[in-house]
């Protein structure tokens, strides 16, 4: 394939929309265009990612292993493929991969919760004793915090749950938005005995605020004088979500570990301002009960970092006990629109669980896809030390394009060559200059990486690439993108080039890139996990056929393919 060509075709990318954060905004806030558009086919559904069989799906909620089976409950609107009627889906799993579908666990059906049982979490207490936390919206329309106990704690899939008559638990007060109060995280036990969880809040000067509130029997919760943390960059933060890290190694930790010499703790926020998620890393001090984070920008969360910087939000982890791991779901959600959904009859998915721990430097945190999902591996192919010069590419045969996992390392032989970094971009400024500088634009070191879901000719195509730049003081900076506009034919879906800052010691001049292609969902890991990012994507040539995935190059200097594994995967058992 002439080169030539690729680059006539990219050039072609529409330009920069200073509007993109807003296109991003929770699905059923978008309207609907005038004239709907028909993308109803069964292509677009996954083939291993966690979806219901039909309806809306939003928030992971209270993920567990309880008595050695998963259980994943979700925000699921039983009736419709758009957002309402709000209540808690729930299904069960082995080995978090194959999914069985049970009852609905959370319907309204009280006072407390009569307008919905939103997002919160679940707990595991002393006796092996699962309880829920989630948050209703009440008579009034405010929201409120009630608990949910197992009907039979023997029955083996906690079919049925009971809610108590002294729902609710907590309610705003004093000087909080009662309609901005939500999504109780995982509780913990501190070392005086008593439980605590936070949730998130909104106060009347629209500052946001994760109040902590403590409990020793899990009935009667009294609010902390203090919240566990404060900002004032965002008017509301929810879906809150507090755990500890390990120092040392992949191992996993539980709620409730309390050793802040061989601990840090992870404060995650769903800013409401933009949806996105972003994370904190810094120490808990339990005897004040407030997080202490070690980096916090001058309380600006822009410059915070994030799970994931695409289609990702509302994430929740859980400390798997017999693993010993910390596992963290996500929502994605779709990039069509409500009225295509409908047609469809099905909106929303969950990412492919993934694998938390903190990095060596004790900085940011790594995700990777669960050792399970390995288990789906088909066909494979490799490839290695390929040269691709500039211009180069090469095409991955072999494995279905549309269902795929690929494993990829490069390696930049000149790396000390890299063009020196727009000094105008910030931290916050990734996914701009991946608006700014596309694939067709032709750098020193990158663009180079995947061109994913694309046809022949590279009319459709998402291209995942790095770019690498030197600063100013000599640094080395990879930006990674995931850029979707030229992902499809279908007019007026949701487009953007996602980016984000890869933090990566490019001493050794070698970068890796894996990429999980499921239809009409990608996600991509750089630098082993320390920048993800999942697109959503709707190519018309997916249901014609005639997929293909290509590796290239089109920075001046050569990049080598040091080792290239594909495998063809396997649908997965899901509901």
Not at 49 to 58: A, L, S, T
Not at 222 to 248: G, H, Q, W, Y
Not at 297 to 318: I, Q, V
Request: with cysteine.
């Amino acid at each position: 394939m002439a080169w030539l060509s690729f680059i006539s075709l990219l050039l072609c990318l529409p330009a920069f929309r200073n509007d993109g954060d807003e296109f991003f905004r929770r699905h059923f806030l978008n309207p609907d265009p005038e004239k709907a558009f028909s993308i109803a086919s069964k292509q677009y559904r996954t083939a291993f990612h966690f979806q219901p069989p039909q309806n809306w799906i939003n928030d992971p909620n209270g993920p567990m292993l309880y008595n050695g089976i998963y259980h994943l409950f979700y925000q699921y609107n039983p009736f419709s493929a758009k957002w309402g009627n709000i209540t808690w889906g729930h299904s069960i799993s082995g080995d978090l991969i194959n999914w069985t579908p049970l009852d609905i666990a959370l319907r309204p059906s009280d006072p407390f919760d009569l307008h919905g049982c939103w997002s919160g979490s679940t707990t595991i207490l002393p006796g092996n004793k699962p309880i829920i936390l989630y948050t209703g919206i009440n008579e009034a329309g405010y929201n409120v915090q009630n608990i949910a106990l197992p009907k039979n704690i023997s029955d083996p899939f906690l079919l049925e749950w009971v809610k108590p008559p002294y729902n609710p638990v907590m309610i705003a007060a004093d000087g909080f938005n009662a309609t901005q109060f939500r999504d109780p995280s995982t509780c913990w036990q501190g070392k005086d005995g008593f439980w605590r969880t936070t949730v998130g809040a909104e106060d009347f000067e629209m500052k946001a605020k994760a109040l902590l509130y403590k409990s020793e029997d899990f009935m009667r919760w009294t609010r902390a004088e203090r919240p566990l943390f404060s900002t004032n960059s965002s008017s509301m933060i929810e879906c809150v979500d507090f755990f500890p890290v390990s120092v040392k190694g992949k191992r996993g930790l539980g709620s409730s570990s309390t050793d802040s010499v061989e601990a840090k703790y992870v404060l995650k926020m769903g800013v409401f301002d933009n949806t996105h998620d972003y994370y904190l890393i810094g120490r808990y001090m339990e005897e004040l009960d407030e997080f202490i984070p070690e980096n916090a920008f001058e309380d600006d969360h822009r410059l915070w970092a994030r799970y994931d910087y695409g289609s990702f939000y509302a994430s929740k982890t859980f400390f798997d006990a017999e693993k010993k791991r910390r596992i963290l779901w996500a929502w994605s959600n779709e990039s069509d629109t409500i009225s295509d959904d409908i047609v469809k009859g099905w909106a929303g998915l969950q990412i492919v669980p993934r694998t938390v721990w903190l990095d060596d430097n004790g900085k940011q945190l790594v995700q990777w896809p669960i050792r399970e999902l390995e288990s789906l591996r088909l066909k494979k192919v490799e490839l290695k030390h390929i040269e691709l010069s500039e211009g180069g590419v090469v095409e991955i045969k072999g494995v279905k394009a549309s269902q795929a996992d690929i494993e990829m390392e490069f390696e930049i032989p000149e790396f000390r060559k890299a063009e020196l970094m727009n000094h105008e971009w910030k931290l916050d400024d990734a996914q701009m200059a991946c608006h700014q500088m596309d694939a067709s634009i032709r750098g020193s070191i990158g663009p180079f990486g995947l061109l994913v879901l694309a046809s022949h000719n590279l009319e459709e195509h998402t291209a995942i690439f790095f770019r690498v730049f030197r600063s100013r003081t000599g640094d080395y900076i990879v930006l990674m993108c995931s850029d979707q506009r030229k992902s499809s034919l279908w007019p007026e879906l949701y487009k953007p080039a996602f980016g984000g800052f890869v933090p990566v010691d490019m001493k050794e001049g070698r970068i890796s890139l894996r990429t999980l292609i499921d239809h009409s969902v990608i996600e991509s890991f750089g630098g082993g996990g320390r920048t993800c990012i999942t697109a959503r994507v709707y190519p018309k040539l997916l249901l014609a056929g005639g997929i293909h995935t290509y590796v290239f190059n089109n920075g001046s200097e050569t990049v080598k393919i040091r080792k290239l594994q594909a495998w063809e995967m396997a649908k997965a058992r899901i509901n």
